[in-house]
């Protein structure tokens, strides 16, 4: 097993940051064609140790060997060189440029001195491509691509470059079930021709699927490496948290009372005019969880928004408590009891730039007690931050960080804090733990069950199919911008409702059997 | 890549170092726990350190450019054959700070002359007012070019009607001619703004346009409409009473005063109102925004007015302050140096306070600059040192880089922002 050296071994770094050690003397060495995973919770110190890797950032201490020999690497172009590629977490394409022109962009073929030469790229991109079984024509421009796919070209970039280590920063938090399997069969293949993987996550399941072996960190140190034949994801999750933690949500008996939402015959159009919400009837009671599963883009984003009033409808109804409330205003839906804990939290949730206590009574600033007439109550507004921030576990050095300076799950933390608290009827929740580690997703699902019990009405989207099913107490499956099949959630089997999602009702007349309420075709 | 996300895993090991988990966040004992993790003293920097934070760049900026400026001075004489001028930079800064503050040994005593102090402050009234104009919309993400426009329009309209009241009550006709050339002002920044709002024309564009159609538009209508008879060349009717009380000094008028008064309006509506953080919330995330419940094209029209209501003050104070009537082309500058007043003040306004008393300094000074120079250094090289200025500004990494500061953030990051937003997706709004 020792005849090669590790392709890579990183010994003894360490990273201090004022105030905190992000990287605490951590070894680690990837073989020559494996998949090594990193494993750690948000803020572990996974992608500092990338960065160091990429040169990026410069360690304080400790020493990179690539192929046994020493290496400095100072900036990416020294990481690139020694064939080092490196997919970040958010891609870094130029949507307007054609894939052939992203791969080449830094490395263009040149035929007559300053000419182009696109033509002999895209032979090579194909060819490559081709070889890895991708179906990607380079000369389409990124933005008509699919997200799975932009990342597909992320990786022909590394690999156009001579990558032999590829280090792909949470590549599927971005994906839906289907291109995760999909990125999966590359990466494969790519360890099949002894491409060697660093597999940053912080997802279990896909961990032991995946790697050959896992190395979990945490604080900054390496706490163990497992071989996923050995382990488990209980023992991964202990590992990377540092405590027991229950991956199955304690759901409890729900107790629905009245009917909450009711929406009839609803269409809603997209910002393209194209009807993606095509006929959703639903109905939730206070009490219960009615979760939504559906590969991303069948139309949960415009539901969503036209139910939080972000959206108008094009036709159908929307009552709220028996009251009609089509098409009414963002602020008047909120007036009304809803809370809603958006998709994208750098989009919609927060405001990066402002403090946390500013982004904690964002969408209630007008009101009293934060606002006095036309007046801000800066003293309200520190003392709800005073409280929250303990209350949701908010990790942070005071109430007047910036958002941006707080890692993923606690800015989601904000986001969950400010809309949790206060007077719920209606809880609409878009992918309420995207990207979080399993500590913040447990408690984001404690705090779910605590909502309903109290007697709130639960809308959940999600992508990952496993929430879903977890959270829910019913659930739809949303293709093509309808709701296919409800099931109640003893009923619901994650086999079926898979197929539901990848083919819609196609997938019942292959004798899939019946569901208990088939929506009206 | 690097920057945010560093920080981000740096407050989260921090705060895991103090032992806290997830779960334990209902338990009462966590609950104490957390509150021994401290919150470390730096939470808020000191008001010293952010003040230095703040405005380091700027500062250095600013030095930098004066010193190309005496490059420029020690070049340009040799170029043209008047020979190697060795102490040139300094007689003309000299001159620029004394045509500027004057001697402090002058101020005191019987009879001080403030005359000097006095110029800078009129010359950076409309400055202050136009930066604020300027600066406001920055907060909003929106990049009012506009200025010069609703500048002239203020300018115009408080002439007119200044003239027209030139007989009345002075207590009666100030107030009304300032508030002509104010509401004219916000017109004219309504008109983009709503454009904005309703359609998405992008507000530089428009901006733009409309500064011309002001300028074109008020020619015609000032030698056709409104010209006073007996002149040489087309101009309003004296203003008579209009015109703006001397509070001290000289010259020191009402408009110099409010300017500063109107920078702690500003101020106090940015940080103290649900309007200024309507305001700074659709500038900072016009999505997050709409998710809160506001209406960014509401709250755009809304803030191009108000800019264009300190452009319009910032025309009426110069016409009823100091020119005393308008003619085309008057105090062309204003409008266009309001726009580096605002970036230099980092759309703070105590910052364009600041930004403004300086260049009004420049102007103030510049004259006895070329005098005592013998025009080897004519006013012009003011021009160009605020250029110099804006250059070092936004190519902030040039001054990082010499001095090796660690600004963290960007000096102009949300304002450069603001100008090349949303060029590639017109209308998506």
């Known amino acids: ?521 | 890549m690097s920057g945010a996300g560093d920080t981000g895993s740096r407050n989260d090991v921090r705060a895991q170092a103090g032992g806290t988990d997830p779960l334990a966040a209902t338990a009462p004992a966590a609950a104490q726990d957390r509150d021994n993790r401290s919150r470390p003293p730096s939470g808020r920097p000191n008001a010293l350190a952010r003040l230095w934070r703040t405005s380091a760049l700027p500062v250095l900026s600013i030095l930098f450019a004066l010193a190309i400026g005496a490059i420029l001075m020690l070049i340009s004489p040799v170029v043209t054959g008047k020979g190697f001028q060795p102490t040139l930079p300094i007689t003309a800064y000299g001159a620029l700070v004394e045509g500027s503050i004057g001697h402090p040994g002058t101020w005191f005593g019987e009879g001080g002359n403030f005359n000097a102090l006095a110029n800078t402050l009129v010359q950076a009234a409309p400055l202050i007012l136009g930066g604020l104009a300027v600066g406001l919309a920055f907060k909003a993400g929106l990049f009012n070019i506009g200025v010069a426009g609703q500048f002239l329009m203020g300018a115009f309209f408080a002439a007119v009607v200044g003239a027209r009241l030139a007989q009345v009550d002075t207590n009666f006709a100030v107030p009304i001619a300032l508030l002509a050339g104010a509401l004219a002002g916000a017109a004219y920044g309504f008109i983009p703004g709503f454009l904005k709002g309703r359609t998405g024309a992008h507000e530089v564009v428009t901006t733009i346009m409309l500064n011309s159609i002001a300028a074109l538009i008020l020619a015609w209508a000032l030698s056709d409409l409104v010209a006073a008879t007996g002149f040489s060349f087309p101009r309003t009717g004296d203003i008579g009473n209009s015109r703006l009380p001397v509070l001290f000094g000289r010259n020191v008028h009402l408009g110099v005063l409010l300017a500063f008064i109107a920078v702690f309006v500003i101020r106090f509506l940015l940080n103290r109102t649900t309007l200024g953080f309507e305001i700074r919330t659709v500038g900072a995330n016009p999505n997050a925004a709409r998710y809160a419940g506001i209406r960014p094209l509401l709250i755009v029209a809304l803030t191009m007015s108000i800019s264009g209501l300190l452009g319009g003050l910032a025309g009426a104070v110069q016409i009823l302050g100091v020119q005393g009537f308008y003619a085309v082309g008057i105090s062309a500058n204003v409008g266009f140096d309001a726009i580096t007043v605002a970036l230099l003040g980092r759309s703070n306004p105590l910052g364009i306070m600041a930004a403004g008393l300086l260049f009004g300094a420049f102007r103030a000074g510049q004259g006895l600059m070329q005098i005592n120079t013998n025009l080897l250094v004519p006013v012009e090289v003011i021009d160009v040192i605020q250029a110099l200025i804006i250059l070092f500004l936004a190519a902030d990494i040039i001054i990082r880089r010499v001095f090796r500061l660690r600004a963290a953030k960007g000096a102009l990051e949300g304002e450069v922002r603001t100008v090349t937003q949303s060029w590639g997706e017109q209308g998506a709004r």
């Open chain 1, 1 to 521: 097993m020792t005849e090669t050296p590790p392709i890579l071994e990183m010994r003894g770094i360490t990273k201090r940051f004022p105030g905190t050690v992000a990287n605490d003397g951590i070894d680690l060495d990837v073989r020559s064609g494996e998949v090594h995973a990193l494993l750690g919770e948000n803020g572990a110190g996974k992608s500092t140790l990338m960065n160091i890797l990429y040169g990026l950032i410069g360690p304080d201490e400790g020493e990179i060997l690539v192929d046994g020999q020493r290496a400095v690497i100072r900036d990416p172009t020294d990481a690139i060189r020694r064939g080092i590629g490196m997919v970040h977490q958010h891609f870094m394409l130029v949507p307007v440029l054609t894939v052939a022109e992203n791969v080449i962009l830094g490395q263009e073929t040149v035929g007559l001195p300053g000419m182009l030469d696109l033509r002999e790229a895209e032979t090579r991109i194909a060819a490559l491509a081709d070889q890895l079984g991708f179906e990607i024509d380079p000369r389409v421009r990124i933005d008509q691509l699919s997200v799975g796919h932009q990342q597909r070209v992320e990786i022909l970039k590394a690999l156009y470059r001579g990558a032999r280590l590829l280090v792909l920063d949470e590549p599927t938090a971005v994906l839906t079930p289907q291109e995760t399997e999909e990125i999966f069969g590359v990466l494969r293949r790519l360890k099949g021709e002894g491409t060697s993987i660093v597999f940053i996550s912080h997802k279990l399941d896909e961990v032991l699927a995946i790697a050959d072996r896992v190395t979990v960190i945490r604080r900054g140190k390496v706490v163990g490496t497992r071989i996923p034949a050995e382990t488990s994801e209980r023992e991964l999750a202990e590992l990377m948290v540092g405590r027991a933690v229950s991956l199955v949500v304690d759901r409890g008996q729900s107790h629905p009372g009245d009917v909450v939402l009711s929406v009839e015959g609803l269409h809603v159009k997209d910002d393209r005019g194209n009807e993606s919400v095509a006929g959703v009837d639903l109905e939730i009671r206070g009490g219960e969880i009615l979760g939504i599963a559906g590969v991303a883009g069948n139309g949960q984003d415009e539901l969503v928004e036209a139910l939080v009033g972000l959206r108008k409808p094009s036709t159908g109804r929307v009552r709220l408590a028996g009251k009609d409330c089509t098409g009414k205003s963002t602020r008047d839906m909120r007036a009304r009891d809803i809370a809603y804990v958006p998709g994208d939290r750098h989009r919609f949730g927060l405001v990066l730039t402002y403090p946390i206590d500013d982004n904690l009574i964002l969408t209630a600033y007008h009101e009293a007690p934060y606002a006095r007439g036309f007046l801000r109550n800066d003293r309200a507004i520190g003392e709800t931050a005073k409280e929250l921030i303990p209350q949701f576990d908010i990790r942070t050095p005071s109430a007047a960080t910036r958002a941006s300076a707080l890692s993923g799950g606690n800015q989601q933390k904000v986001v969950v804090a400010r809309e949790f608290s206060g007077v719920i009827s209606l809880l609409v929740l878009d992918q309420p733990t995207r990207g979080l580690d399993v500590g913040s997703i447990e408690f984001i699902h404690k705090q779910v069950i605590a909502k309903r019990d109290a007697g709130a009405a639960v809308l959940l989207v999600s992508a990952e199919l496993d929430e879903v099913l977890e959270l829910s107490d019913r659930v739809a499956v949303m293709y093509r911008g309808r709701l296919v099949a409800t099931y109640d959630a003893e009923e619901a089997e994650r086999e079926r409702i898979g197929l539901l999602m990848a083919r819609g009702e196609a997938a019942l007349q292959d004798g899939a059997g019946a569901p208990v309420g088939v929506a009206d075709p």
